[in-house]
Nanobody
């Protein structure tokens, strides 16, 4: 059974950092495009970042310069390093996986929610 499991969420003060992990089980992530999304209460799910198997990345404007997506294919894990966190970053963060051909380009893999596989989400709360 193919599964994605997020971890690393928690409560952090504004300006702090967190690293989220997205681990795959039942398959290896190396050939997949991986996206990170977030959803705040009362808001639609928002694309944060994505990374192709080649390592190419794309970010939402709201997180550029603060968040970094990376992958460790040997560990079948994708990371989202989040720095300079703001209260508006508070949300449930989800990772998702799909084959590269599902997306026309790098921008689409960041905003599209048509990924086949999704994790259960991890809560990130930024508050003093």
């Amino acid at each position: 059974q193919l599964q994605l499991v997020e971890s690393g969420g928690g409560l952090v003060q504004p300006g702090g950092s967190l690293r989220l992990s997205c681990a795959a089980s039942g398959f290896t992530l190396d050939a997949y495009t991986i996206g990170w999304f977030r959803q705040a209460p009362g808001k639609e799910r928002e694309g944060v970042s994505c990374i192709r198997s080649s390592g190419s990345t794309n970010y939402a404007e709201s997180v550029k310069g603060r968040f970094t997506i990376s992958r460790d294919n040997a560990k079948s894990t994708v990371y989202l390093q989040m720095t300079s966190l703001k209260p508006e970053d508070t949300a449930v963060y989800y990772c998702a996986a799909d084959i590269p051909s599902s997306f026309r380009n790098l921008v689409e893999c960041r905003w599209s929610t048509k990924y086949d596989y999704w994790g259960q989400g991890t809560q990130v709360t930024v508050s003093s």
